[in-house]
């Protein structure tokens, strides 16, 4: 990507407008009389009203509970009705419940540049952020931070009751 071209996506992303697809749990709107230079609709994101709640329950069973990724996966194939698989996947990968759990957008903040071309986390101070929260957020950071680091949790790696 150009320089000028990150520059233009930055801006975008500090006044809080979506430029890439939404994240599991979230849908796009599109928000009347915006638009890019180009005529295309600017949109922000808005929770889906069916796949908000397992965003929720990924991170409780994560940062309360201690879940692994690998029980988590487990955990939502067993209901495919009240966990649906994200896009057209007929199962949950482990590698999607990674991404959520790494992702800040479910705190209500558009980002970008949070990870290299390697997808390592660059440090926080590099990371693009919209100025205020710019949507519903589905956790709050301190959930999400609890998420990053559960060997801080009550229960590490275990099975919920």
């Not at 990968?93 to 800040?104: F, R, S, W, Y």
């Amino acid at each position: 990507m150009t320089r000028r071209s990150a520059d233009a996506i930055a801006v975008l992303i500090r006044a809080g407008w979506n430029v890439h697809r939404p994240p599991y749990g979230y849908t796009t709107m599109t928000v009347t009389g915006a638009q890019s230079r180009r005529g295309t609709p600017r949109t922000r994101l808005t929770p889906d009203p069916t796949r908000a709640q397992v965003v929720q329950d990924v991170f409780y069973w994560r940062a309360v509970t201690g879940l692994s990724v690998e029980h988590i996966t487990a955990r939502l194939n067993t209901d495919h009705a009240r966990y649906p698989p994200p896009g057209t996947h007929i199962s949950w990968p482990p590698a999607a419940v990674e991404a959520m759990l790494t992702d800040i957008k479910y705190t209500g903040y558009q980002a970008a540049g949070t990870r290299d071309e390697n997808s390592i986390f660059l440090p926080v101070e590099q990371w693009v952020l919209s100025d205020q929260p710019a949507h519903r957020a589905l956790v709050t950071p301190a959930l999400f931070w609890a998420a990053q680091d559960p060997v801080t949790s009550v229960r590490h790696d275990k099975e919920a009751r």
